[in-house]
C-alpha cells in the first residue's frame, strides 16, 4: 500500500485515539493518550495510571470509563479496557521488524491537554530487543502526549508514546506497539 497524507492518516487515527485522565493521590490528575485496538482494549502507558486501577477516557463529549486489565510497570505497558464493546480500533499494527530508519511517522495524542493533535516527524533510529523494542523519532511530543500514538505513513499503528529526551526537545521514544501483545 502506497503513503498516504498527513490528513488520510489523521482521518483513520482520529476516532481511534482517546485523551486519558487518571486520578493520582492527593487529587492530582494525570493526563495523556490511550488507543483503542479493539472495540473493547487500549494501549497505554502505565506510568499514567501507576496509581489507580480506573481512570477516563474522552473524545469530544463522549466519555468512558476505563480499567487496568493488564499492566507492567517495569517496561510501562499496560492494556485498558471498557465495559461495553464501543472503541473503533486502529486499522492495523505493524510489526516493528518491519519498520526503516528515514520512514515519515505520525503522533496523535493530547500534549497539554490539547486532544486530537498531530505531529509529524522520521524515524531516526531503532532499538530492537527481545523484551521491549523502542522506536526513535522525530515527531513531537511534550507533557500529555504519554500513551498517544505513533502511526506510520500508510495509517498504521507502530508504537505507544513514551517519553522524550529532556536535553533534546526532537529526540522522542515510543514502545512498539507489537510489544504490548506479549503482556500476560
Excluded: K
Excluded at 502507558?45 to 480506573?54: F, N, W
Excluded at 472503541?87 to 486532544?115: D, I, K, N
Excluded at 524515524?123 to 522525530?138: A, F, R, Y
Amino acid at each position: 500500500m502506497n503513503e498516504i497524507s498527513a490528513r488520510d492518516v489523521f482521518a483513520s487515527a482520529r476516532t481511534s485515539v482517546w485523551m486519558l485522565r487518571a486520578m493520582a493521590p492527593g487529587g492530582t490528575v494525570l493526563q495523556g493518550s490511550a488507543i483503542a485496538v479493539s472495540s473493547r482494549h487500549l494501549l497505554t502507558t502505565c506510568h499514567l495510571v501507576s496509581t489507580t486501577d480506573s481512570a477516563e477516557i474522552s473524545q469530544g463529549s463522549a466519555r468512558r470509563a476505563v480499567s487496568v486489565v493488564l499492566r507492567d510497570q517495569r517496561t510501562d505497558r499496560c492494556i485498558l479496557a471498557v465495559a461495553e464493546p464501543t472503541l473503533r480500533p486502529v486499522r492495523a499494527v505493524r510489526p516493528f521488524r518491519q519498520l526503516g530508519v528515514g520512514e515519515r511517522v505520525y503522533t496523535v495524542s493530547a500534549p497539554a491537554g490539547r486532544e486530537l493533535t498531530l505531529g509529524e516527524g522520521l524515524v531516526s533510529s531503532l532499538h530492537p530487543s527481545p523484551t521491549l523494542s523502542i522506536i526513535q523519532t522525530t515527531a513531537p511530543m511534550s507533557l500529555g502526549s504519554s500513551g498517544g500514538a505513533l502511526f506510520d505513513a500508510r495509517g498504521n499503528l507502530i508504537g505507544v508514546v513514551a517519553f522524550r529526551a529532556r536535553e533534546v526537545r526532537s529526540l522522542g521514544f515510543a514502545i512498539a506497539a507489537e510489544d504490548f501483545w506479549t503482556l500476560r
